[in-house]
């Protein structure tokens, strides 16, 4: 039978590679690429990378395909990102028929883990669902930019014995419920937390998490958010792309 790896390679820094990924990484026969070209290209390039520096030989293929577009202006936002899964699934389920042997072993990569705002398990799901193809797969978990981000900024996500709520700028734009109190942001194309009451919050951001070009900026919302803003756009423009990541923490009075 066919076997799918879904394997997290980690947030950035290529030693978050854990040592069950390399071991898995060292069994696939054809990782598969779905390349969202332009500046995400070098995320692709980033994969390519790993692959050279963890993978003893070269009997392995890559095989890279433009990602399917996604509708961006569709109304219904659910109903377009199902869309999208689908597509993507009907484009893998064929590469797997005509790339991989019917003993192969293929694998996608996962930029963090994939378990976080990534679409591969449910990509790979669908595909078994569908029951055109015999196929097992496993996932190997990988570091989250989020637990980079507490990493380097030294610090637990929780406060003592609270939770933890993890959302994307869209959400974020909603306002911030005042029974959440640790509030880790995601997919923020437009640093939402400017819209929000910045007086009550204290905010550990991080950009570029674990590579070279790494940002970190911690202190009041209301003090550094024009800082951040400053060196979000700097940064954007020089790179042509940011990947960014922060924890919102409520300032309650201290008892
Ligand atoms: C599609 S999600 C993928 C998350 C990924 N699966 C993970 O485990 O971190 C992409 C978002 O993750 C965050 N992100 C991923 N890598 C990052 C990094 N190295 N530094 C900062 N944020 C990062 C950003 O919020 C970005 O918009």
Known sequence: ????????????????????????LNTVDVFFVMDKGGVKGELTR????????????????????????????????????????????DLLEQLIDTELADDGCGAILVWGDPSLYD????????????????????VIPGITSVQALAARHRIALNGIGQPVHITTGRQLSGGVAEDLDNVVVMLDGGLACQGIDQDS?????????GTEDEILVSGHLSEVVGNIATLRSGARAGKGWMMDT????????QP
């Not at 679409?119 to 029951?131: C, E, F, K």
């Not at 919050?201 to 998490?209: K, S």
């Open 1 to 24: 039978m066919r076997k799918m790896l879904v394997i997290g390679i980690g947030a950035g820094n290529p030693e978050y590679v854990t040592i069950q990924a390399v071991k898995a």
């Open 46 to 89: 980033l994969r390519r990378d790993i692959c050279d520096r963890y993978v003893e030989g070269a009997d392995y293929r890559i095989v890279e395909v433009p990602d399917p577009e996604r509708d961006r202006g569709a109304p219904a936002y659910q109903a377009a990102v199902e869309d999208w899964h689908q597509k993507r699934a």
């Open 119 to 138: 679409s591969a398990t449910r990509v790979v799901d669908r595909i078994v669902a569908g029951g055109r193809l015999q196929l097992d797969y496993e």
């Open 201 to 209: 919050f204290d905010i550990y951001w991080g950009a570029y998490l």
């Open 246 to 253: 922060y924890l919102l923490r409520r300032r309650r009075p």
